[in-house]
Nanobody
Framework: QVQLMESGGGLVQAGGSLRLSCVAS????????LSWYRRAPGKQRELVAR???????TYADFVKGRFIAFRDNTKNTVYLQMNSLKPEDTAVYYC????????????????WGQGTLVTVSS
């Protein structure tokens, strides 16, 4: 089972930047989608960005133009570069691995990290 660990959260002023990292316990080369989610206080979890195995990346509308997600298969890590941060970006950020390619097909992972807290002050 793949284990994920996020890091890089912290306190930042509005307009600032942070880079989050999510390191996997093993190779991510065969993982289909590595995603970033977030959960703000009192709100439901929401999707932030998805990094697909074919290197395409999709973003939620509310982060387009501000956040950049990318995966580095050589480091077994997926990143979330967050720029022009806003107070409404305050949340716990989680990474997720959905499924892994296997010789016999796809193996469901649905692995989650423990999350890293991002606080943006106004």
């Amino acid at each position: 089972q793949v284990q994920l660990m996020e890091s890089g959260g912290g306190l930042v002023q509005a307009g600032g930047s942070l880079r989050l990292s999510c390191v996997a316990s093993g190779s991510i080369t065969e993982i289909d989608v590595l995603s970033w989610y977030r959960r703000a206080p009192g709100k439901q979890r929401e999707l932030v960005a998805r990094c697909h195995i074919d290197r395409t990346i999709t973003y939620a509308d509310f982060v387009k133009g501000r956040f950049i997600a990318f995966r580095d298969n050589t480091k077994n890590t997926v990143y979330l570069q967050m720029n022009s941060l806003k107070p409404e970006d305050t949340a716990v950020y989680y990474c997720n691995a959905d499924q892994q390619r296997h010789p016999l097909g796809w193996r469901l992972l649905d692995a989650w990290g423990q999350g890293t807290l991002v606080t943006v002050s106004s």
